[in-house]
């Protein structure tokens, strides 16, 4: 943060402090409750951000949902995305590991609607404008809102079909000055970390798994023992890798300040917020001066200022930014990390030897010495959002009418420093006579660094808006004409070329509203816009969409049923885009040379590389997406309080290979052409009672509650996509989700050398009771590739259930919210499950394997100590339920009687302790987390802190 972002925020309290004199005195004999009562479900006046404006609810005929910036300060996490499971109906949130500052979730809004993992991104927006989200902080969030269907969404033209995410943050007000200011200190623990059994019965199962392979055990009964007793270890460790390199907690702090007033000329809100989390590797940058702690910090700043600079003509500033530092010891990425403590066997070496070495071999490395003595991994970002917004009113020519425009810069600059070195290690053998011998492997160098990268964007952004709000009587007109330009320049040097060129879109949009007597509402939309990925003459597209709604409550033969306080009808139908066809499909409508084919030529088959013609689309052309929803709002004895979605989408110019129709035999590469197409479709309810009555809240209880449930579901189905021609339709993805599991059906495992003998002959290896069955599905007498079938559901969840309730006694106040998936698979594969697979290790699952013994109750196949290829085939043997339920957070808070802090200028002051990802009910057997199964565990955080206003 340089000196001018600082004078701009003194300058901003400065007029803060000024517009509040004459007020002081009154502020300070206004009353305050000792706890605000819960408010009621919706208020219908209430105005919520949309596409480029606001509206208030009742108008509202598009499917929108919003989560406010206060139910997410309930999550303690230092990415926002990871606050947002369970809060929107229809936002998918997948978690990707709890790494700090390398956190970010996937989120996808109504289900899976194209193929590809590129093609499902969201827009995300800022204030209106196309930015990053993950380094914003809750208390700048004044809400964030998912716009779902084409009315919501066709006004971003071919940039709105996998929905919207609107981000909007907290701006000044006509009032006194507001001073918040917050602690929050807790720390952190793996939610669950992969279990492995220990060096004996390691040993032991091993010698199990060289017996079945026909071998001669490797460890003698006095290595068993010696492995039992822990009497040497030295050469017979017993290695916890897990416990040597992780700490069991780690600390998370959080400091917020934040200022919030105005006058009729001037409005602000400040903050500056700061957040620091330390990870879970042990502390070894206090152990060697050349390795560093495992440490995330961040730094935000934020001010808002909306000026009335005339009678007409008011300005908006809006001015955002984060200064981060990430630490990691270690040249090597986390994962590499982690994948390394899931492998190691515990009786591989220990972790130091006995004269003070590092243990290790010239295959396997040793973890604690990769911390220690291979340097470290930092890196410093920049985040920057700022917009400056002018508005004329323009009642001189049509009352309600106005002209507004806007630019925006945000961008965002990363830095590396990778400094690395090697080290020694060493692998003891001790001979007869008991003299040890050490054969050393890598050496000590000095640190080298490496400056150079750095990723970076960048985004300019111009808007226009002419707008239009009046009511004649009965009938209100609200309209919004727009254009949009914007540009999108990465600058990350790792980059090809045409990555790097800027990524623009031009066009603009419109939106009219017509209600009658506050009970028919009509509205259309439209966008028109264009991108530089596409061939000229097919650059622009157009998107409309138009919705329609029914207050029935307001008709006179309702407003008599006093049980029906009010009833909303709505739908909408309509086309929106998406140009998110693949990073590497940029520009494919040009005819392009690659310099990628290899000839082999000469008697020694030498590989030549030359230019090859590369396959291109003259007529490539966004995704098209229509869209129908329908849906009802109720609330009946103004407490109860219900909503209802129906929605489906139809997705099609898809980018696929035509290989159905021109076979992969015939050796051309194939360009990509739009026929893929797919059908999604799905539901989202909400339904929420609450003890205060939606007519107010000025009577209230001692004991106010409010509970809300939501669920939402999403199932797609391939209509369409050009897959090669199979052998056999079980095979065809066409008809099935996107992402859908192939695999082989287990039968369960073989009893005897009679049922293998009576079965059906499984190419993959030679086979023993014990070992897994597999259904033969074409009955051809051959398990092989060609019996693989649908096996399982994706790792998406098509139904999400969340419940969330708050609870007010006096000063006490409890909230908590739930969240539960279901419809996903989850897998029991890699070292974690298949034991002494690649040299790794074996886990307590194993202890369940197929013996002569427990051949009745097995629940595991039988121990081989060689790559089995039949038993670790993908199958569904090694397939679970992925449902979960998940305790997302709980919080319990207390705040002070306004006798008490009168004396101290303080007006309101609150304790609270707070839980995040508590805990977690799953099939998962206390394996791994049903979320993330490999790598940077999921997080449990527990924090207490204070919130203080003045």
Do not use: C
């Not at 109504?110 to 827009?123: D, P, Y």
């Not at 004044?142 to 995410?165: C, F, H, M, P, Q």
């Not at 920057?384 to 508005?391: D, G």
């Not at 009509?522 to 596409?534: A, D, I, L, Q």
């Amino acid at each position: 943060m340089n000196a001018n972002h600082y004078l701009t925020i003194r300058l901003i309290f400065l007029l803060g402090l000024i517009s509040q004199m004459g007020r002081s005195q009154q502020a300070g004999t206004d009353s305050v409750k000792t706890i605000a009562p819960i408010p009621p479900y919706d208020n219908r006046n209430a105005e919520l951000p949309i596409a480029y404006g606001r509206q208030p609810l009742w108008k509202i005929t598009s499917a929108l949902s919003t989560v406010s910036g206060s139910d997410l300060q309930k999550n303690f996490a230092t990415n926002l995305g990871n606050t947002l499971f369970g809060r929107i109906p229809g936002l998918t949130v997948q978690q990707s590991g709890g790494e700090p500052g390398n956190d970010t979730p996937t989120l996808i809004g109504r289900g899976i609607n194209t193929f590809g993992g590129s093609g499902r991104n969201l827009l995300i927006m800022v204030d209106g404008f196309e930015s990053s989200y993950e380094q914003l902080v809750p208390d700048e969030i004044e809400s964030i809102s998912l716009l779902k269907d084409a009315s919501a969404t066709a006004i971003y033209g071919l940039r709105g079909a996998n929905g919207v995410l609107l981000v909007t943050t907290k701006r000044g007000s006509d009032g006194p000055l507001v001073v918040n200011f917050s602690t929050q200190q807790g720390f952190h623990t793996a939610s669950r970390l992969p279990q492995f059994l220990g060096s004996y019965d390691y040993a032991r199962l091993y010698n199990e798994g060289l017996r079945n392979d026909g071998k001669a055990p490797r460890y003698t009964d006095a290595d068993l023992e010696a492995y039992r007793t822990g009497s040497d270890p030295y050469f017979y460790p017993n290695v916890n890798w897990y416990n040597e390199v992780l700490k069991k907690t780690a600390p998370i702090s959080n400091y917020n300040l934040n200022f919030r007033g105005g006058s009729s000329t001037v409005r602000y809100f400040v903050l500056l917020n700061a957040i620091q989390s330390n990870g879970l590797y042990k502390n070894v940058g206090d152990l060697d001066p050349e390795s560093v702690n495992s440490k995330y910090s961040r730094f935000n700043f934020r001010s808002n200022v909306d000026i009335n600079l005339t009678k007409r003509l008011s300005a908006s500033l809006t001015l955002g930014g984060s200064v981060e530092d990430k630490a990691n010891p270690a040249a090597t990425k986390t994962d590499t990390v982690f994948s390394a403590l899931a492998k190691l066997p515990p009786n591989a070496f220990p972790v130091y030897n006995q004269d003070g070495s590092f243990g290790g071999t010239s295959a396997l490395t040793n973890p604690l010495g990769n911390l220690l003595r291979t340097g470290s991994y930092t890196s410093n970002g920049r985040t920057l959002q700022s917009t400056l917004k002018l508005t004329e009113q323009l009642d001189m020519i049509a009352q309600g009418l106005s002209i507004s425009a806007a630019v925006s810069f945000n961008s965002f600059f990363r830095s590396f420093s990778d400094k690395t070195k090697t080290y020694e290690r060493a692998f003891a053998t001790r001979n007869a006579s008991g003299e040890v011998f050490y054969s050393r492997f890598g050496q000590n160098t000095s640190l080298v660094g490496n400056e150079a990268n750095s990723d970076q964007w960048r985004n300019v952004i111009f808007q226009g808006f002419l707008n239009y709000d009046r009511t004649f009587g009965k009938h209100g007109i609200s309209a919004l004409l727009m254009y949009n330009s914007d540009s999108y320049t990465n600058v990350n040097p790792t980059t090809s070329a045409i990555q790097s060129l800027p990524f623009k879109h031009v066009g603009g949009g419109g939106r009219i509203t017509y209600s009658n007597r506050n009970t028919y509402i009509g509205e259309f939309s439209f966008g028109y816009m264009g991108s530089e990925n596409f061939p000229k003459d097919r650059r622009y597209g157009f998107f409309p969409a138009a919705s329609l709604g029914w207050i029935v409550s307001n008709e006179n033969f309702l407003k008599e049923n006093s049980a029906i306080t009010y009833l909303k009808l709505r739908g909408s139908y309509g086309l929106t885009g998406s140009d998110q066809i693949g990073v590497n499909n940029r520009f494919i409508f040009e005819q392009r040379y690659p310099y990628t084919d290899a000839y082999y030529l000469g008697n020694n088959n030498t590989q030549v590389f030359g230019l090859a013609e590369g396959a291109f689309n003259p007529d490539v052309t966004w995704e098209r997406q229509k869209t129908v929803n329908l849906g009802v709002e109720l609330t009946l004895a103004k407490r109860l309080d219900f909503t209802l979605d129906l929605f489906r989408n139809n997705r099609s110019g898809i980018l696929v290979s035509p290989n159905r129709t021109v076979p992969q035999y015939t050796g051309v590469v194939l360009p990509l052409l739009n026929q893929g197409e797919i059908d999604n479709k799905g539901f989202e309810a909400t339904i929420r009672y609450s003890n205060q009555s939606a007519a107010g809240t000025s009577a209230t209880s001692a004991f106010q509650y409010m509970v809300e449930a939501s669920s939402w579901y999403a199932q797609n189905k391939i209509v369409y996509n050009a897959e090669a021609i199979r052998l056999f339709d079980y095979q065809y993805t066409t008809g099935r989700p996107v992402g859908q599991p192939f695999g082989l059906e287990a039968l369960g495992l073989f009893k005897d050398q009679a049922e293998i003998a009576a079965s059906p002959r499984q190419i993959f290896s030679s086979l023993q009771p014990g070992d897994i069955k597999y259904k033969d599905q074409n009955g051809d007498g051959v398990i092989d590739q060609n019996d693989t079938r649908p096996i399982g559901n994706t790792s998406v969840p098509t139904l999400t259930v969340s419940l969330h309730s708050k609870l007010q006694y006096k000063g006490f106040d409890l909230d908590f919210l739930f969240q539960g998936v279901t419809g996903r698979t989850a897998y029991f594969g890699g070292s974690q499950f298949h034991a002494f697979q690649n040299n790794g290790q074996v886990a307590p699952i194993a202890l369940d394997r197929w013996t002569p013994e427990t051949a009745a109750t097995a629940t595991y196949p039988r121990l081989s100590a060689s790559n089995n290829l039949n038993n670790y085939q993908f199958s569904s043997f090694w397939q679970r339920d992925g449902s979960f339920i998940k305790l997302r957070s709980l919080e319990l808070g207390y705040t002070l009687p306004v006798s008490l802090l009168n004396k101290a200028q303080i007006t309101k002051a609150r304790v609270f302790v707070n839980g995040t990802n508590l805990f977690s009910l799953d099939y998962m057997q206390g394996y791994i987390d049903p979320e993330v199964s490999s790598g940077y565990p999921a997080l449990r955080t527990v924090s207490a802190g204070v919130r203080l206003q003045f």
